[in-house]
């Protein structure tokens, strides 16, 4: 591997840490180099704080050598004024003499202007290392800019014999299919999008609180629909633990295609990623509009007699790993 494509692997690496906290600003991974050596590193904090170049030149301890060093960074560093100056001018502040970039930033506010303003000063830039990985890595954020909408996650759960959920059941609460490891590692995949959405029906008959309880981390926003204003602000998905937007009938036309109109709302919220956890409905209304990015299908050992059946789709298979005796497979929309 060349010199350049393992700093900004080191990059994509340590930018992962802010998954799950910096939306709806990416999460970029930075890293400064100096005869060879990494002398700081960085990455986008919580949403409002420093970017990451801000955080790595701030770990740098002796700023002296800075001149001569490079600054790696998965993402252009930014050129306008946000909830933070321009990445870009403490570059230059800071004479960094060269700096190697992943990718373009496609946001309109950027796209190409930090990369111009910084050869403008006289620093050596090398756009395009890792380019691939780097965009895989910001699928959410140029999913957003890009298409105007969230990055669009599908999960359910079904039996080994193709249900979801079982035609009428006694309470109203989830009946697991999958184990607990499974349901641990959904409430992670929570912490790490911005936001979750469910229908009515799995609101009346499940009654789920769709939050991380079983992981660290942030609640994500909740989405519910309820075309008839049917619920009560006694269910769960209403309390205190997360915000929740609620879409009926007063917000768009339901003879329209309707998860365009959802994917538009939440564009429109700043909400650049989402998890469709509903039921098998709403599920099927993103299949069948094609409005979907990655889809997360646990089959567990369990079988229903009869029910509902799962959704059916077509994709990519990506991966498939054993979680004890379920078995995960992701799909990516080809």
Known sequence: M??????????????????GSTAPNPMVGSVIVYDNKI???????????????????????NKELLKDATLYVTLEPCSHFGKTPPCSD????????????????DNPEVAGKGIAKLIASGCHVTVGVLE????????????????????????????????????????????????????QLVHKWRAEEQSILVGTNTVLEDNP???????????????????????????????????????SKNDFDFNKPLAKQIATILHSRNINSIIIEGGEKTLQTFIDENLWDEARVFTGNTTFKNG???????????????????????????
């Open 2 to 19: 060349k010199t350049h494509e393992i700093y900004i692997k080191r990059s994509i690496e340590i930018a992962k840490s802010g998954l």
């Open 39 to 61: 002398i700081g590193e960085g990455y986008t904090s919580a949403y409002g704080g420093n970017h990451a170049e801000v955080n790595a030149i701030n770990s740098v301890e």
């Open 90 to 105: 403490l570059i230059i502040h800071h004479k960094i003499a060269n700096v190697v970039i992943g990718c373009v930033d």
């Open 132 to 183: 691939t990985e780097c965009k895989e890595h910001h699928k959410r954020f140029f999913t957003f800019h890009n298409k105007k909408r969230p990055y669009i996650i599908l999960k359910w759960a079904e039996t080994a014999n193709g249900f979801i959920a079982p035609i009428k059941k006694d309470e109203k609460k989830p009946v697991w299919i999958t184990n607990a490891y499974s349901r």
């Open 209 to 247: 609180s769709l939050t991380v309880r079983d992981w660290t981390g942030k609640n994500p926003i909740r989405v519910v629909i309820d075309r008839e204003l049917k619920l009560s602000k006694e269910h769960s998905v209403f309390n205190a633990e997360a915000e929740t937007i609620e879409i």
């Open 308 to 334: 509902i059946k799962a959704p059916e789709f077509y994709g990519k298979l990506i991966s498939e790993e054993k979680i004890i005796e379920d078995t995960l497979h992701i799909y990516v929309n080809n």
